[in-house]
């Protein structure tokens, strides 16, 4: 890609690439792969073939999030991998991984030279990581010669190559391209406001007061004080950090430079270090590391503003139970000294999976790659089997759940779906195509389209870049940042200097945290990480993938397909 305008405008010159491949890529792929149907007796069938080639054997990592029934089975089998082993390209077998605690797992596999063949890692950490550890495969002859979707996709978004090629010119990772929409979320009980006779907040102060009352007033009207204001674990100390202008990197444009942002991080301390003494949150928010305690908390009925993500159908039905009279609203990010952004939001564009370089077979697994981006796979990974958990409405031909309790027992495999490009699938991939069957899913859906109108706009954009649109660092300057992720840890997420300002009270200020970080920082050398990334910019901003190209990508993809 010379210039992003002439990617960009790719799109425009390739929808009829999109067609093709959304229609089945080629003949070869039309009679190899398996259609998206269901037998009689309701279960998947395979189109035959006349000669079936030879099939591979791989192993591919997915995400264990502890969410398949223990009648569905495991993901050593259940449906959705026999699914996969009846209708794809080769044999699979998946190593599960913790959603939250991959990057030791996976660093132990490769340790001992089991990691799997393909690696499916949100993480662009992560990966940088094992690239610079000379542990995954270059991609560009494996494509080359094996690939027919996953090649047409990277010729129809020329974004994928460049941002999945390192330092050495080699393309290393494979990517997806989604409609931008809004990641994390800031939901707020609205009946509660209501109740206590407050508005919905609109700056810090406003939050900060509503989350007192939220903790101190009683707003569920059980008489007992067990009720929390907001969440700092999970999602919230990077959502604050948002709200000051402090993005998921630690580095920032200003006055047209790259720079090193301490200023709205600092902010954001100071204010969680106000909610933390004001008792408006956990007081032992530090031992829920992954964000499941908040997530409870929220289920339970008695967290008011909860920073996540999407919130499942399952999750809201016992939000429900719970909380009956339970109302939720979204709620604007406040305007802060450093402007009004915006939380997380998801890349359009995003790198999510690289094959091991010890992977015996990698054209079964650029096969499998194949197979697994292609429409009609993602859309059976996402939704089911046509006529057996879904069938199409026939006013929009979007699908709708036959049995909405079945598919919450039968549909949880959303992460095999982390290949896919659900933008080529049109419609059925935006927050207006999300199904509206029952009250719960619309509910979601209309709290969803609300962060979007929100949180997706460039005049109030995320931050800073997203992660994934940095340059790979070298390994040098990567080890400085690995030796002081623990107590600095980048990118608004929880360092341990952070998290001892937010509770010790006047014993250790966010100023002093801020000062001693920034002397760990230039000790351990990070000052030639800033100068990297300087030097980055300076040579790089008209042609890198910068917030305003995020923004209009997103705007352009929405006019071409939402309505496909």
Not at 38 to 46: L, N
Not at 86 to 112: I, Q
Not at 458 to 480: F, G, H, M, W
Request: aromatic fraction near 10%; glycine fraction near 8%; proline fraction near 6%.
């Amino acid at each position: 890609m010379k210039n992003n305008k002439k990617a960009l405008n790719s799109i425009v010159l390739g929808v009829a690439a999109v067609a093709l491949l959304a229609s089945g890529c080629s003949k070869k792929e039309e009679e190899g792969a398996a259609a998206a149907t269901a037998s009689p007796s309701g279960q998947p069938t395979a189109q035959k073939t006349a000669e079936p080639e030879k099939r591979g054997n791989i192993t591919v990592t997915v995400y264990d999030r502890n969410n398949i029934s223990p009648e569905e089975g495991s993901w050593d089998k259940n449906r959705w991998v026999d699914w996969v082993n009846k209708n794809g390209p080769a044999n699979v077998k998946y190593v599960p991984v913790p959603r939250w605690e991959s990057l030791p797992k996976l660093n132990a596999l490769f340790a001992t030279a089991s990691a799997p063949d393909l690696i499916l890692e949100y993480d662009t950490g992560y990966r940088n990581g094992w690239y610079s550890q000379k542990l995954l495969m270059p991609l560009d002859d494996i494509i080359a010669k094996y690939s027919t979707n996953y090649k047409d996709l990277m010729t129809q978004f020329p974004q994928l190559k460049k941002l999945g090629t390192k330092d050495d010119g080699k393309l290393y990772e494979v990517g997806r391209i989604s409609p931008l929409t809004s990641g994390h979320r800031i939901y707020i009980r609205e009946d509660w406001l209501t109740k206590l006779n407050l508005k919905m907040p609109t700056t810090p102060d406003e939050i900060l007061a509503v989350a007192k009352a939220f903790a101190t007033q009683d707003p569920d009207g059980n008489g007992k004080p067990d009720t929390l204001g907001v969440n700092l674990s999970g999602n919230g100390f990077t959502d604050i950090a948002h709200m000051f202008g402090h993005g998921e990197v630690d580095w920032n444009i200003k006055d047209d430079k790259f720079v090193h942002e301490w200023d709205g991080l600092k902010a954001a301390l100071e204010f969680q270090k106000k909610l933390f003494d004001a008792g408006a949150v956990d007081k032992d928010f530090l031992t829920d590391k992954n964000g499941e305690k908040a997530k409870q908390d929220f289920i339970s009925g008695k967290l008011g503003i909860y920073m996540f993500q999407t919130i499942s159908e399952k999750d809201y039905d016992a939000f429900k139970k719970n909380a009956p009279e339970g109302k939720l609203a979204i709620m604007p990010m406040p305007t802060t000294e450093f402007g009004q952004f915006s939380p997380v939001v998801n890349s359009p564009i995003q790198m999510v999976g690289s094959i091991n370089a010890a992977a015996k077979d990698p054209q079964a697994v650029m096969k499998y790659i194949d197979f697994m981006i292609n429409p009609e796979t993602a859309k059976t990974i996402k939704y089911g089997i046509e006529g057996t958990h879904w069938s199409k409405d026939p006013a929009t031909g979007l699908p709708t759940a036959i049995d909405a309790e079945k598919n919450k027992k039968e549909i949880y495999n959303d992460d095999l779906g982390m290949l896919s490009s659900s933008l080529l699938y049109g419609k059925w991939s935006f927050s207006s195509g999300l199904p509206e069957t029952n009250e719960s899913q619309k509910t979601i859906k209309q709290l969803t389209l609300k962060a979007d109108e929100l949180y997706v706009s460039k005049d109030r954009p995320i931050p800073t870049l997203k992660p994934e649109y940095l340059p790979v660092l070298p390994q040098d300057l990567s080890l400085i940042i690995k030796n002081v992720e623990k107590q600095i840890s980048t990118g608004g997420t929880k360092g341990d200097l952070w998290l001892k300002a937010i509770v010790s009270g006047n014993s250790y200020t966010p100023e002093q945290a801020v000062k001693e970080g920034k002397e760990i920082w230039e000790k351990a050398g990070g000052t030639k990480v800033d100068e990297f990334y300087a030097k980055w910019y300076d040579t790089n901003k008209t042609t890198a993938f910068m917030l305003k190209d995020l923004y209009q990508f997103g705007e352009d993809a929405k006019k071409l397909y939402e309505n496909k």
